[in-house]
């Protein structure tokens, strides 16, 4: 097999592969004197059935499964003595071949670029932090208080948020309407649970009242031969109730599970403080990648810039045409737009590249434990649902290594958050709220520091 490099461009490389027909020839015999022990022909034992006939019938499959064997191998060579590490997938192409002759194809690949990695213990950061505010534990109390909350019977006539016990019957045209009846309803006031217009139209009842509540269905409506058109509602009211809220107490801790009102407040706090520590974390990350990307500049593999920016565009284009336009694109025209991100791409390529390579050279791996935790995190973003969301990675297997890779990420990043130089810095809890530049959650190899992009933009991954 003879492996010629044709052509070295910058990080692209091609080389032409030769496989003598002799050695194809070979292969064939050894699969053929193989597989003629098995083979089972009418009028022959098996094993007796003549090479030439075994040839004839089993040949060409056996010379397909040769050609792929070979031209994997010369492409395996090819990266293999030239000592290469491909960035993407190579591409083959047959340049001749006929029975009898020489094999000959071409491998075009794009490699990865030598990346020196800047001394990583140089890194200085500022790490933003807050103290979790004593007003927003008591504002949260309280609103895990109202969400608890019960009603008692009140004389007077309902206000907006009051509960009102009702029975009605919806109708259309004077007929009543299937689904449009109910008994013993409770409906709370101003949670716009109902038809718009119906809750607003009870305000003011009192217990006893009868009232015809006129309504039209919004478009869209679930049933067909309702949305759009009016519709009335006899409604008599049963009960006027008055919100109570919960009283913050040892009771309220225990009816969420909890021992009493000191482990609530704590588990409050502790549950801001998470919040706080993660936008702290994502601020870190923020400028660890721009200084990352201020300290490396290497070429990137074509294709992968092309892909990515492609990626991008295409969400810019799906946005527009939603209607949801950046403002900082206002006035731009398109070829102004398209280097801007491709700024953005090519800054996302090379910071995804740096980052697998810090983590290859450190030998930095994702384990089960860190799947599994993976997991959970992603199943706490979906109260109540947990268990469905655990089912759904237990079964699905590209879900499951679709986390590997950001969980990889922050991996990296944390190795080098522990090289790097950070000094803590207290802020306003408002002040770690405030995004600075409107990109401080995006992923890594995510936008420049320059751009505050982009709501297309951030929905992007760093791989």
């Known amino acids: 097999m003879q492996v010629t490099e044709i052509n070295a461009e910058g990080l692209k490389r091609e080389f032409k592969v030769v496989v003598p027909a002799g050695h194809l020839e070979t292969r064939m015999q050894d699969k053929l004197t193989e597989i003629a022990g098995q083979v089972s022909m009418p009028g022959f034992r098996p094993g007796k059935v003549p090479m030439k006939m075994v040839r004839k019938k089993y040949g060409p499959s056996i010379m397909g499964e040769i050609l792929e064997n070979a031209v994997n191998e010369g492409t395996g060579k090819a990266m293999t003595d030239a000592n290469l590490r491909p960035a993407m997938q190579p591409k083959v192409e047959i340049i001749n071949y006929a029975e009898g002759a020489d094999l000959e194809?071409?491998?075009?690949?794009?490699i990865l670029p030598e990346i020196t990695v800047m001394d990583l213990s140089t890194v200085s950061l500022v790490r933003d932090k807050a103290a979790v505010p004593d007003a927003e534990v008591d504002e949260t109390l309280s609103r895990i208080a109202e969400r608890n909350e019960s009603s008692e019977p009140v004389t007077r006539a309902a206000q907006d948020g009051d509960v009102l016990v009702i029975d009605f019957v919806g109708k259309q045209d004077g007929i009543a309407f299937t689904g449009g009846t109910a008994e013993g309803y409770s409906l709370k006031l101003?949670?716009?649970?109902?038809?718009?217009?119906?809750?607003?139209?009870?305000?003011?009842?009192?217990?006893?009242e009868d009232a015809v509540v006129e309504v039209t269905f919004p478009e869209g409506y679930g049933n067909e031969d309702l949305a759009g058109k009016p519709a009335t509602f006899d409604v008599k009211v049963t009960e006027v109730r008055a919100p109570q809220a919960a009283t913050i107490d040892d009771e309220l801790a225990k009816s969420v599970g909890l021992e009493n009102l000191d482990a609530l407040k704590q588990a409050v706090r502790d549950e801001i403080s998470r919040a706080l520590d993660g936008l702290?974390?994502?601020?870190?990350?923020?400028?660890l990648l721009d200084a990352l990307a201020a300290g490396h500049d290497f070429p990137v593999p074509p294709t992968m810039f092309e892909?990515?920016?492609?990626?991008?565009?295409?969400?810019?284009?799906?946005?527009?045409?939603?209607?949801?336009?950046?403002?900082?694109?206002?006035?731009k025209s398109e070829d102004e737009l398209k280097a801007e991100y491709k700024t953005?791409?090519?800054?996302?390529?090379?910071?995804?590249?740096?980052?697998?390579?810090?983590?290859?050279?450190?030998?930095?791996?994702?384990?089960?434990?860190?799947?599994?935790?993976?997991i959970m995190a992603e199943a706490r973003n979906y109260p109540g649902q947990e268990h469905m969301v655990l089912q759904y990675y237990q079964k699905n297997q590209e879900a499951l290594e679709s986390l590997r890779a950001p969980l990889?990420?922050?991996?990296?990043?944390?190795?080098?958050?522990?090289?790097?130089?950070?000094?803590?810095k207290e802020i306003s809890v408002e002040d770690l709220r405030k995004d600075p530049d409107d990109a401080g959650s995006a992923p890594a190899a995510e936008e420049p520091a320059k751009p505050k992009k982009k709501a297309a933009a951030k929905k992007k991954s760093a791989e």
């Open 190 to 208: 101003g949670s716009n649970t109902f038809i718009p217009g119906f809750e607003a139209q009870l305000v003011g009842k009192t217990a006893g």
């Open 105 to 110: 194809f071409s491998v075009a690949v794009e």
């Open 408 to 424: 990889y990420e922050e991996k990296v990043v944390d190795f080098i958050l522990e090289l790097a130089k950070i000094t803590d």
């Open 344 to 374: 953005l791409a090519e800054r996302r390529v090379r910071l995804g590249l740096l980052l697998a390579e810090i983590g290859r050279v450190n030998n930095i791996t994702v384990n089960q434990d860190d799947l599994n935790r993976g």
């Open 280 to 287: 702290s974390r994502m601020r870190l990350k923020r400028a």
């Open 307 to 331: 892909q990515e920016f492609d990626h991008i565009w295409k969400q810019v284009e799906t946005d527009r045409e939603a209607g949801r336009v950046d403002p900082s694109d206002a006035g």
